[in-house]
């Protein structure tokens, strides 16, 4: 079973950047569509951004693009979402998902996609 870690969170001004990254236990992650949700206190979590387990397929929720970029490096079982021109309402907890795909192209934006989890880092923007 695979297992996920994210790190890469902190508090940061607007218009500051973070890099997160979504660490992945397995190589089988290199077959996992992976997904970035952010949850703001007292809200629901929200989809942010989305990669393939190919690599060249990726999507962002509008009010993230193109400031927010995913990526990944199956070799380094890692995604990343590079965060740029941060704002006060880019704060919460973000959370990388990811669930094995056949089609090397899937992605998926539905939290109910999602079988496995990381615990979380937290994205602090002051204004």
């Known amino acids: 079973q695979v297992q996920l870690v994210e790190s890469g969170g902190g508090s940061v001004q607007t218009g500051g950047s973070l890099r997160l990254s979504c660490e992945a236990s397995?190589?089988?992650?290199?077959?996992?569509?992976v997904g970035w949700f952010r949850q703001a206190p007292g809200k629901e979590r929200e989809f942010v951004a989305a990669?393939?387990?190919?690599?060249?397929?990726?999507y962002n929720k509008d009010s993230v693009r193109p400031r927010f970029t995913c990526s990944r490096d199956n070799a380094k079982k890692t995604v990343w979402l590079q965060m740029n021109n941060l704002k006060p309402e880019d704060t919460g907890v973000y959370y990388c998902?990811?669930?094995?795909?056949?089609?090397?192209?899937?992605?998926?934006?539905?939290?109910?996609?999602?079988?496995?989890w990381g615990q979380g880092t937290q994205v602090t923007v002051s204004s």
């Open positions: 998902a990811a669930k094995g795909a056949v089609y090397s192209e899937a992605i998926y934006s539905e939290r109910h996609n999602y079988d496995i």
């Open positions: 397995e190589r089988t992650f290199d077959r996992y569509a």
């Open positions: 990669i393939s387990w190919s690599e060249h397929s990726t």
